[in-house]
């Protein structure tokens, strides 16, 4: 059984071309400012060398990173180019990560724990930033551990100048707790944003995707209503004009048997029409006042009211099982049209000769915490339930795909196998069925596992009559309690 | 027209009718017999349809567009692929009213594309004038058609 409706595949691919969309606009921005840089340190450099060649080893050292630098990161740039985009997070990744490595290395070689050396490793945090936005989080952690390895490396082992040595050895504890938990405390921020971040682009991704879906099913409703309107209205028409032309040489009985068939499609007409009114109706909030309305009699108007040539016209062995008396709170028409679309949906979609089960029962619905009075939630013990009528119609036919179920309530929603065959429909029953049973405060959902043969379940849960809503023990209690409340 | 003009001209011409809607079936069935005096063959689904097609060869195919399995176009398109069944007259028949399906109606190899609604007499004619087509100007119709698709013209 499946209802809940989880991420699909369509939308985590969504969510990678969104994400790639993000890198690509990000390395657009870091990799020409890398190799500005980088170009203008190698410049620098070159002038500096030429004018004064007898440069110390560190120098050469440092001017020997920046080339490489500069390579890494025109090669990123390349890489963007050629849209291989994870190459070029690498090297820009990869460009940070010596930036660090040549930093620890040049401190260990010269100058030592000098100030500046402490300011250029605070400085350092901005890789974990820089990989934070253009990778994931295992690149996040990584680089954070690369940072807090490169600043413990230099804090213990790096020269200390003698001035200094003193308050670092005593400091030490002190400076390594406060460069660590600088380091991981960015880190963690980057790994939070990267977290809603992805979060949040799949929920758009999914809403986009559902919309796009809607959009589609849209229109083909439209196309779908031009089609099932135009056959009947030739086919009424065709009727009327045939009659015209020939009555005069009919036999009577043929002559009935057109008229009976041209009033037949015209009632198809006015079933479609109605459907597409009653869309009107909700929308304009003309639902009727609650009131409580017996199930039985409710099934019993709505038996009658369907269709009996529906699903091959066959009889049908439909089992009850509802308690004696058993009342819901609603609009009568509103409870007798879910069911009539209910069970014409259920004769439609199985096989002439297979079952259908009404059954009824009642049930309890816990009340999310959020939901419940603000003195209720912090009161111990007594979990907040509602109670409801739950109705299931049950057939053995087709079934429906449980990626498709999720679609089912919405305005305009056929199946594509639906859509493709002769059944008829108008993509609006089970719409209308989710907007009346929401406005009696009430839900419907479906069931299946879109096996030929298991068919489905349609559960309509309905709100109890005020009188009846007290937490009742079993079925039986209760429909005695409602026998009760009733006699005069 | 008139209806007996049209019995005068089109006595003993045999309609083939593929349609998967039983009351329009049998509407047409009613029409095409006594207003057309056609002879009516019906079929309810592409697939048999094209049986018929090939063993009875009528003078004239009524197709619907939207049908399940095969639909309108594939079943013109295997009629006129098919020698024995490549000069028999097509009118399709169908709900579809945008252009594009027009237009891939008449390039399956169709004579006439009507949408509905359409009127008995109406129809009566359109099957008619497909008759009244000889094989060389449905080729050169054919033609015409593709050479402006091509062109862009359409």
């Given amino acids: 059984m499946s209802e809940a409706s989880t991420i699909s595949q369509a939308e985590r691919d969504r969510y990678r071309a969104y994400d790639e969309r993000r890198r690509r606009s990000l390395l657009g921005v870091v990799v020409p400012a890398g190799v500005g840089l980088t170009g203008l340190a190698v410049l620098v450099a070159t002038v500096t060398l030429v004018v004064n060649p007898r440069q110390d080893a560190s120098v050469w050292v440092n001017d020997a990173i920046t080339l490489v630098l500069a390579g890494l990161f025109l090669g990123a740039g390349r890489a963007v180019r050629q849209g291989r985009l994870t190459l070029a997070s690498t090297l820009v990744a990869g460009a940070g990560s010596l930036g660090v490595v040549a930093t620890v ?31 994931n989080l295992v690149t996040i952690l990584g680089a954070a551990a690369l940072l807090n390895a490169a600043t413990l490396i230099l804090l213990l082992w790096a020269p200390r100048p003698p001035a200094l040595a003193g308050i670092i050895q005593t400091q030490l504890p002190l400076l390594v707790s406060v460069a660590m938990t600088y380091q991981w405390g960015v880190a963690a921020l980057m790994v939070a944003i990267w977290l809603t971040y992805r979060q949040t682009l799949t929920a758009l991704g999914a809403a986009y995707e559902r919309a796009q879906q809607l959009d589609g099913l849209k229109a083909q ?28 040489s009919l036999p009577d009985r043929e002559l009935e048997g057109v008229l009976e068939r041209a009033s037949t499609t015209a009632d198809a007409l006015v079933t479609l029409l109605n459907n597409i009114l009653d869309i009107r109706r909700i929308e304009t909030n003309q639902i009727g006042d609650a009131q409580s309305v017996r199930l039985q009699a409710a099934l019993d108007g709505a038996l009658a009211l369907v269709d009996p040539r529906l699903g091959g016209g066959s009889v049908r ?40 089960e009404v059954s009824a029962s009642i049930v309890e619905e816990g009340v999310p915490l959020r939901r419940r009075p603000p003195l209720q939630r912090w009161r111990s013990g007594a979990a907040m339930t509602r109670t409801f009528a739950e109705i299931a119609v049950r057939d053995y036919g087709h079934g429906i795909p449980p990626d498709q179920i999720p679609l089912l309530f919405n305005r305009f929603a056929r199946l594509p196998r639906d859509l493709a065959s002769s059944v008829g429909g108008s993509g609006l029953g089970l719409y209308l069925c989710r907007v009346f049973a929401q406005d009696m405060g009430g839900t419907i959902r479906a069931e299946s596992t879109g096996t030929e043969g298991e068919g489905s ?19 039986a209690a209760m429909s005695a309690a409602r026998e009760q409340a009733v006699a005069p | 027209l008139e ?61 619907d567009v939207m049908m399940q399995g095969l639909d309108g176009y594939q079943v013109v398109r295997a009629l006129r692929g098919d020698p024995e069944t490549a000069d028999i007259p097509v009118v399709m ?40 087509f000889s094989p060389e100007e449905r080729a050169r119709r054919l033609r015409a058609l593709v050479a402006d698709d091509e062109a862009g013209k359409l």
């Fill in chain 2, 3 to 63: 209806t007996d003009e049209i019995a005068a001209t089109a006595t003993a011409t045999s309609v083939l009718l593929i349609d998967d809607n039983p009351d329009l079936q049998d509407l047409l069935s009613r029409v095409l017999t006594h207003l057309g005096h056609f002879t009516v063959m019906a079929a309810a689904d592409g697939a048999s349809g094209l049986v018929q097609a090939v063993t009875a060869h009528p003078d004239c195919i009524v197709i």
């Fill in chain 1, 457 to 475: 379940t349609f559960r309509l849960r309905l709100p109890l009559p005020p009188e009846a809503a007290r937490p009742p023990a079993t079925v």
């Fill in chain 1, 105 to 135: 290395a040049i401190a260990g070689l010269s100058q030592g724990l000098t100030p500046l050396t402490l300011v250029q490793v605070a400085s350092l945090t901005i890789v974990v930033v820089m990989v934070g936005m253009l990778g």
């Fill in chain 2, 93 to 132: 028949l169908t709900a579809l009213s945008q252009d594009r399906f027009h237009l891939a109606g008449m390039l399956s190899g169709a004579d006439q594309y009507l949408v509905k609604p359409v009127k008995p007499l109406d129809l009566v004619a359109a099957i008619q004038q497909a008759i009244a």
């Fill in chain 1, 221 to 248: 409703f439209i196309t779908h209503i031009n089609h099932e309107l135009r056959t009947p209205i030739m086919t009424v028409q065709g009727y009327i004009e045939y009659l015209r032309l020939s009555h005069a």
């Fill in chain 1, 317 to 356: 062995d439909l089992r009850v099982t509802l308690a004696d008396g058993l009342a819901v709170w609603g609009d009568p028409i509103a409870i007798q049209q879910i069911l009539v679309n209910l069970l014409s949906n259920a004769l439609k979609y199985s096989p002439p000769g297979t079952p259908l």
